[in-house]
């Protein structure tokens, strides 16, 4: 499975933007999908996943309520809708995919078998 982010852009504050990680090679479906991501000079840490039965969602403290996770099937890609965004949110977002992962596990960049390139958020003030 190769996974590409994209949308990734400079916003200011308070802004919307949306990313998308379009997956090729096998169908996302089956896959638990999340979105991690590294500010400069931090750790990578994981923001958002989405579980593979029944698409339950997960979100770190630090983005509930302003950011939202989604899967479109037909196109194979997993989306994050940033809305409210905060300087603090200035970072490269990473998409992951597993098949076999379990829940206790999905915040774990490493326990990822698939994993792609990133893209760049930077938000001003």
């Known amino acids: 499975v190769q996974l590409q982010a994209s949308g990734g852009g400079m916003v200011q504050a308070g802004a919307s933007l949306r990313l998308s990680c379009v997956a090729s090679g096998d169908t996302l479906r089956n896959y638990v999908i999340a979105w991690f991501r590294q500010a400069p000079g931090k750790e990578r840490e994981f923001a958002a996943g989405?579980?593979?039965?029944?698409?339950?969602?997960y979100y770190a403290d630090s983005v509930k309520g302003r950011f939202t996770i989604s899967r479109d099937n037909a196109r194979n890609t997993v989306y994050l809708q940033m809305d409210s965004v905060k300087p603090e949110d200035t970072a490269v977002y990473y998409c992951?995919?597993?098949?076999?992962?379990?829940?206790?596990?999905?915040?774990?960049?490493?326990?990822?078998?698939?994993r792609g390139q990133g893209t760049l958020v930077t938000v001003s003030s």
């Open positions: 992951a995919a597993d098949q076999r992962l379990i829940l206790s596990s999905m915040g774990i960049w490493n326990q990822y078998d698939y």
């Open positions: 989405i579980f593979r039965s029944g698409g339950r969602t």
